[in-house]
């Protein structure tokens, strides 16, 4: 029997995020997987090296790669969509619950245990640091767009930030005061700082 948990994976790249929004640059679901991953292995490092804490660096970040993998089967339902109405919301959640089933049934069933820890319901403490990661890869997105003269994404912005502070994370503060505005300048500039 073949197993096509991996091919699945591959088609993330086909899968557009912000769909309802002008884009300067596309984004998909495997380069934005990419990133989530990346900040949150640097939030998981902010908050053991700075603030002294034990979070498990290497198991956050494997839930991060995996975090929207559903989405080869869902596609990216924009956050208006999902949440602007309790019924879509409860019903997408379904949706979502199916998806994530029949992705993990094509993993090999000797290694699905695995994959499922990673995939369905991962530990809540962990995943609140890939909600953070994944935050803050959208208000990135938002900053790149507003630098280039794209002002669709300036309320975007200021609700994705204040859902970032609603989380009171320090490591998130430390992010924003340390690293965020470096992708409001161009690259000659991130050069000569």
Same mark, same amino acid.
């Given at each position: ?90 019903? /997408? ?59 669709? /994404? ?40």
């Amino acid at each position: 029997m073949n197993h096509h948990f991996f091919a699945y994976l591959y088609r993330l790249k086909y899968i557009d995020r912000w769909s309802l929004m002008w884009n300067m640059r596309r984004e998909n679901v495997a380069e934005h997987s990419f990133y989530v991953s990346t900040i949150a292995h640097m939030l998981c490092t902010i908050a053991n090296e700075v603030y002294g804490r034990n979070v498990p660096t290497d198991r956050v970040v494997s839930i991060a790669l995996f975090h929207d993998a559903s989405e080869v089967l869902t596609g990216d339902i924009p956050q208006p969509v999902k949440h602007n109405n309790e019924q879509i919301l409860r019903n /997408f959640r379904e949706i979502e619950d199916v998806a994530v089933e029949r992705l993990i049934q094509t993993i090999p069933p000797d290694i699905s245990g695995i994959y499922r820890s990673l995939i369905q319901d991962p530990d809540p403490e962990l995943y609140r640091w890939v909600k953070a990661a994944d935050l803050l890869e959208a208000y990135i997105k938002c900053l790149t767009e507003l630098s280039t003269g794209n002002r669709e /994404f300036v309320v975007a912005k200021q609700q994705i930030l204040e859902s970032l502070q609603k989380m009171n994370m320090p490591e998130i503060d430390y992010f924003l005061e340390h690293m965020s505005a470096s992708f409001e300048k161009t690259l000659d500039e991130i050069t000569l700082d």
